[in-house]
């Protein structure tokens, strides 16, 4: 027999949003490594330049994951964010539809 | 907009305030009064909505940017440019769409208001059949 639970989706729905936002991560990092491959084309001595700001894509969402989670609520809990962040979300992505968008005019 | 400006752990704060059961962040006063934190299972899912548009966002700039770059060249002059840049501007209209559109989906969910209609879909249908419209003429006049 199993017992009836009244509140199932509290800790999943928290999970299910910050999985959210580590997707949203991941597409961020490959938008900046489609940026950064457009920008350098990978061959010589500048991919080590190109594949480090890969790299600190990932760190800075990390640490900026990180630092919201631990800032707001105990370690391993999640709340939601406050406005500011979905601003700062938004701004991220316009600004690399900006880059984006002068890196497509720039093509040969 | 400062309405809209969740305090401190608002979730969490909402559902120790005043609920009958007190030790559940899911609780909260049956009422709908006039700007009341929402419970938080609607305040995740408009956090995920807007961060699901926001990827949409990300991909159409990382489509836009890849097109002009790995697209061969076309029989129209800027023809890469003609589908990329549509691309990446759709997704920044989308990006700017999804903020308002979490903006007022939190409003109307705090104050108790039905859910305003999203125009994302149609925008993002829009512009992706025209986008569509346009590499099918583009493949039409073939590569030089």
């Known amino acids: 027999m199993t ?3 009244e ?6 729905a928290g999970e299910r949003t910050a999985l959210a936002w580590n997707r949203s991560g991941l597409a961020v990092v490959v938008c900046v490594a489609v940026l950064v491959r457009h920008a350098w084309p990978l061959h010589g001595a500048e991919h080590e330049v190109a594949l480090g700001l890969i790299a600190g894509a990932v760190i800075v969402w990390c640490v900026v994951l990180a630092v919201l989670t631990l800032s707001r609520g105990t370690p391993g809990s999640y709340v939601p964010r406050g406005a500011a962040v979905f601003r700062l979300v938004t701004a991220g992505t316009l600004l690399l539809a900006f880059v984006g968008f002068v890196a497509a005019l720039a093509a040969p | 907009m400062a309405d809209l400006e969740p305090e401190p752990n608002s979730g969490l704060d909402a559902a120790e305030a005043g609920a009958p059961a007190a030790s559940s962040p899911l609780t ?4 709908p009064a006039h700007d009341d934190e929402p419970d938080v299972r609607f305040t995740y899912a408009n956090e995920r909505t807007f961060l699901a548009w926001n990827r949409t966002a990300l991909a159409l700039i990382a489509t836009g940017v890849a097109a002009t770059q790995l697209l061969p060249r076309l029989q129209v002059e ?3 440019r003609l589908l990329g840049l549509p691309l990446i501007a759709l997704g920044a209209v989308v990006a700017a769409e999804s903020l308002r559109q979490w903006r007022e989906n939190q409003r109307a969910m705090r104050r ?3 859910l305003p209609r999203s125009r994302m879909p149609l925008i993002l249908t829009i512009g992706i059949v025209a ?3 346009l590499a099918a ?3 039409a006049l073939g590569s030089p």
């Open chain 1, 7 to 12: 509140e199932p989706e509290a800790g999943l």
């Open chain 2, 131 to 133: 986008i569509g419209a």
């Open chain 1, 3 to 5: 017992t009836p639970l």
């Open chain 2, 112 to 114: 108790g208001e039905p």
């Open chain 2, 28 to 31: 909260h006063s049956s009422a």
């Open chain 2, 78 to 80: 800027w023809g890469r």
């Open chain 2, 137 to 139: 003429a583009l493949a």
